[in-house]
């Protein structure tokens, strides 16, 4: 069927509204990836480099651990408020938790109550992150024309590589105009000012956002306690949505937050080479996403879920691998983008399928928390685990290793819901 101009129009415009909220959080968490060594000599005591190191993966893992929490109770405050007040109530929490780590004065300044400053607003991002992907990616499925749920809902996630893409290039321009040096001492809080800047403007444009008509067709609203009720009663279908997003978050952490540190720590790379292949990493993203979104539309979810997890399962150990034994610049962009276009493929498809399987009245709530489980429990805290894993067995290509554990838990629940028993979302009783 034709769609009016002005109608096309207008879901353009409110497919950018919802995404600007989705483009700071994003933001936030990839700069503190990017310049975590800078905030680990920053913010955190004692000679050790790679304790420090691995302290600040823990507090930007940390971030993570919250975001059960605000699935559940910002989930359930969208499911009976709406959208709309959800997703702007969302990004001011974001807009807080920025603050509070752009403007923390360094340990050296003000003692121990530096880093739990930085851990403080890395919780409240992490809370107001635990719904935020869902809250957008659930109003852009709800939105959407027939048969076009797959390239609509995509666009979350490519918004999301807009933020790779910029915090990549705002490094770049950093350090080729500071040097290492003062990057180090204090241009890493550069990145962090732009993106409080960024926040008037786009708590304003999310403002103009429209409630969905899926939600105002809702003839009642659940309560929190309705909403908790209903996601116990259905505790295997969110487990096995978390075993779906395992991949993606596990991909994507590695490839974009981890690998600036991966890149010069571990490669020896400049910091302009790893941002450069973070940039481009983004870019690659950007075009996937919404090509496999669309895709999935006109073939289907599953095929394209099963095939990406088995490449992913055969690649991720053997492409690092290849890479630590003879590093280079141009290898290492290779490898990237060989992830990249596993990690695009998989969750084009991955994103809009679990809004399609949790029921609309406590849809929000069921997607932001199998996601946010799969992020906070693990996939988070991937550049951590990364870092870890090399310190303790000397191996460079191990990460490899946990790419291939979470492709492996993402195909198997994939399987799970295309030959075993369909799930069916349960009424818990009253």
Same mark, same amino acid.
């Given at each position: ?16 509204? /919802? ?52 699935? +559940? ?44 400053? +930085? ?33 609509? /809902? ?45 926040? @008037? ?17 809702? @003839?009642? #609203? ?15 279908? /969110?487990? #096995? ?39 481009? +990493?983004? +870019? ?39 890479? /630590? ?33 949790? @029921? ?71």
């Amino acid at each position: 069927m034709h769609v009016p101009s002005r109608t096309r129009l207008q879901q353009a415009k409110s497919i950018a509204i /919802v995404s600007s909220g989705n483009f700071l959080e994003m933001y936030d968490f990839m700069v503190f990836g990017y310049y975590a060594q800078a905030i680990s000599k920053a913010f955190f005591p004692g000679d050790n480099d790679v304790t420090k190191l691995l302290l600040t993966f823990l507090t930007f893992g940390a971030g993570f651990l919250m975001r059960p929490i605000g699935a +559940v109770v910002l989930g359930a405050y969208i499911d009976r408020h709406g959208r709309r007040k959800g997703l702007i109530l969302t990004l001011g929490l974001m807009a807080i938790g920025t603050l509070a780590i752009a403007a923390t004065p360094t340990y050296a300044t003000i003692g121990i109550a530096a880093p739990f400053i +930085v851990l403080a607003g890395r919780l409240i991002q992490g809370l107001s992150a635990g719904v935020e992907l869902g809250g957008v990616s659930v109003y852009l499925s709800e939105i959407a024309p027939p048969g076009k749920k797959g390239f609509y /809902v995509a666009w979350q996630s490519a918004s999301q590589q807009l933020a790779v893409v910029f915090a990549a290039l705002i490094g770049l321009a950093a350090n080729a105009y500071l040097g290492k040096e003062a990057m180090g001492a204090w241009g890493w809080r550069i990145p962090f000012i732009i993106g409080c800047v960024m926040i @008037p403007f786009l708590l304003l444009i999310r403002r103009l956002l429209e409630e969905s008509p899926a939600f105002l067709a809702q @003839p009642e #609203r659940p309560h929190l306690h309705e909403v908790v009720r209903q996601l116990g009663a259905n505790w295997l279908l /969110v487990l #096995r949505g978390v075993g779906m997003v395992m991949m993606t978050t596990v991909f994507f952490y590695l490839i974009t937050a981890y690998t600036p540190t991966f890149g010069q720590k571990e490669l020896k790379l400049t910091a302009v080479e790893a941002f450069l292949a973070t940039l481009c +990493v983004g +870019v690659s993203n950007f075009i996937i996403l919404p090509l496999t979104g669309a895709l999935s539309d006109k073939i289907g979810r599953k095929p394209i879920l099963i095939t990406a997890a088995v490449v992913g399962l055969a690649c991720g150990y053997p492409a690092l691998h290849w890479l /630590v034994s003879d590093p280079s610049f141009g290898a290492f962009l290779a490898v990237l983008l060989l992830f990249s276009a596993i990690y695009a493929t998989y969750n084009g498809a991955m994103v809009v399928f679990l809004t399609e399987v949790m @029921p609309v009245r406590v849809r929000t709530a069921a997607f932001s928390l199998s996601y946010s489980v799969a992020a906070g429990l693990l996939g988070g805290f991937t550049p951590l685990i990364a870092t870890y894993l090399i310190e303790k067995t000397q191996d460079k290509a191990v990460p490899g290793l946990w790419l291939m554990a979470a492709a492996t838990v993402s195909l198997l629940s994939a399987l799970s819901f295309t030959f075993g028993k369909k799930t069916r979302f349960k009424e818990a009783a009253a």
